[in-house]
């Protein structure tokens, strides 16, 4: 949308209500600055893909490191840990090397520490099926929050038609969320891409994670595309992709099935970009959880555009824990078909997810400038908008336009607990209460000294 037609609604909307000036030259920044933020989704140093060659010819001067070459047996039983690390030693020390893991076998490998830096040009070429011992009890207690982990990696390269699969059904099963007698324990990451820089991850499938599926931790500059993910709706703490203090992260075309949120984006976070997203089973695609522990959290320039959210617990929600500091800022959502989610839009300043009941707490990360734009569909929950935000640190600017969500039975609504913000166009379920709040009132001045303003 341009600033034309947005100064024009803008002025339409003062004409109709004659809301507070000052407030609405407030609103007209924060529109412009929550529409034009964009994140961009190519790298100008991209890593060149048409190089690699094709895998019986010398062609494109890559060096194949084969696991076969290393004694992988790829039978699906024998233990192909070994034959996978002295690859990798190999494959990193050499310029220009693919790291091959070939089609049409399955390779059983042990937690591991894919460790860079590496040599210039590395491509992981995964085209067959790597499996993780299906025993938690067997699991190398020294790696227990790891299974295939990669770092310090620059400018490399994840690609293929191949499946990484973390057999994760006794690790589910075992979970504190699935018996409760057992101990509220971390389970292994599928796949870990950690403290890297200018990765691109492109056609893999992760699934049935121990736990999370997919992390980027400390990273810069990831590329992510056509990249599945899948875990039965109900296997405990299965995020999808979760993102972790890492900057200028593009997921495009991704296609997420999951027991948790399918994409999770956490502390220390900026300059992320979620496109053509489709997430269904799961709870949806999140920004936190941030400030557990009291801890900080900090999450600024978030942007989902296009995506499909069918039959999760939530859609887009932002969630903190009751304690903590630091801030959400700058977040825009839009182009989304919901349907039957059960809380399609979610602000909860409230999150507790721990067998224990939370204390209440003044201190709360503080929520601002999330704007909710062109969003539809259906809510199973009659409350399709919910901005449940902190007493003392309450969410401001929280924009909503042309949202319309729909719950079978006709009757759905909006809730607010210190929320502001404002709405545009259709908003449906309407969001009159983030107007509501008393102390917008207060604060508002004049309307004869807004005019000018709005006109500049
Ligand atoms: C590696 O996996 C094999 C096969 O499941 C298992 O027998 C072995 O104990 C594992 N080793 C370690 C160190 O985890
Ligand atoms: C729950 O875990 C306990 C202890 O690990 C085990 O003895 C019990 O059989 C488990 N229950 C179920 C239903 O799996
Ligand atoms: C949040 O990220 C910052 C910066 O990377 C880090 O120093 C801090 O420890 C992180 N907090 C938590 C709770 O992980
Ligand atoms: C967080 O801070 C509150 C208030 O100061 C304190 O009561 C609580 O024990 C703290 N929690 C943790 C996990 O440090
Ligand atoms: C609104 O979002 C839907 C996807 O949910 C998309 O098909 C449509 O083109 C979007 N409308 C506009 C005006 O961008
Ligand atoms: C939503 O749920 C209803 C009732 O269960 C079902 O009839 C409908 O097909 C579902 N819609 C989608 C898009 O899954």
């Known amino acids: 949308m341009n600033k034309f037609f947005l100064l024009v609604l803008l002025s339409l909307l003062i004409a109709a209500h004659g809301v507070a000036g000052n407030m609405l030259c407030d609103n007209i920044g924060i529109l412009e600055e929550l529409q034009s933020m964009d994140i961009e989704e190519e790298e100008e140093n991209e890593v060149e893909l048409s190089e690699i060659p094709s895998w019986n010819s010398e062609r494109g001067g890559k060096v194949l490191v084969n696991v076969d070459s290393f004694g992988a047996v790829g039978n699906g039983e024998s233990d192909d840990t070994q034959a996978f690390r002295k690859a990798w030693d190999v494959a990193c020390s050499t310029p220009k090397s693919v790291f091959l893991v070939p089609q049409g076998r399955r390779y059983l490998v042990n937690a591991t520490r894919f460790k860079g830096p590496c040599a210039d040009k590395l491509i992981i070429q995964i085209d067959g099926t790597i499996i993780a011992p299906d025993e938690p009890k067997n699991w190398d207690p020294n790696l227990p929050r790891i299974w295939l982990d990669f770092s310090k990696l620059d400018k490399a390269v994840f690609q293929g038609a191949g499946v990484i699969d973390g057999s994760g059904s006794k690790w589910w099963a075992a979970s504190c969320k699935k018996n409760k007698s ?33 992390v980027i931790s400390r990273c810069d500059s990831v590329r992510i595309n056509a990249v599945k993910v899948s875990a039965p709706g109900d296997s405990p703490n299965t995020d999808g992709i979760h993102i972790s203090e890492s900057t200028n992260v593009v997921l495009q075309n991704c296609k997420i099935g999951t027991g948790d949120d399918c994409i999770s984006i956490v502390n220390a976070s900026s300059n992320i970009k979620m496109k053509r997203i489709y997430c269904g089973p799961g709870h949806g695609i999140s920004i936190g959880s941030l400030g557990k522990d009291n801890s900080t959290g900090i999450v600024t320039k978030v942007i989902l555009d296009t995506a499909v959210i069918r039959e999760t617990t939530n859609g887009l929600r932002i969630k903190t824990w009751q304690g903590g500091s630091g801030y959400v800022r700058g977040v825009r959502f839009q182009n989304v078909q919901m349907d039957n989610v059960s809380n399609p839009i979610i602000i909860d300043q409230f999150y507790c997810d721990s067998p224990t009941t939370c204390e209440n707490q003044p201190s709360a990360v ?25 007493d003392s640190v309450p969410c401001s600017n929280l924009v909503l336009s042309n949202v319309d969500l729909e719950k079978e039975d006709g009757t759905v609504e909006a809730y607010c607990h210190s929320a502001q913000g404002f709405g545009y166009g259709v908003v449906h379920p309407s969001a009159d209460c983030l107007n509501s ?14 005019i000018r303003h709005t006109e500049l």
């Open 182 to 214: 057992n101990p509220c324990r971390g389970a292994p990451t599928a796949l870990t891409i950690d403290s890297s820089s200018a990765i691109r991850v492109k056609g893999l499938t992760i699934q049935n994670s121990q736990q999370m599926n997919f």
């Open 437 to 450: 709040d008393d102390k917008r009132a207060e604060i508002a001045e004049p309307i004869t000294e807004d």
């Open 366 to 390: 503080k929520i601002s400038e999330v704007m909710y734009q062109n969003i539809s569909g259906t809510t199973i929950s009659a409350k399709a908008i919910k901005f449940d935000c902190s």
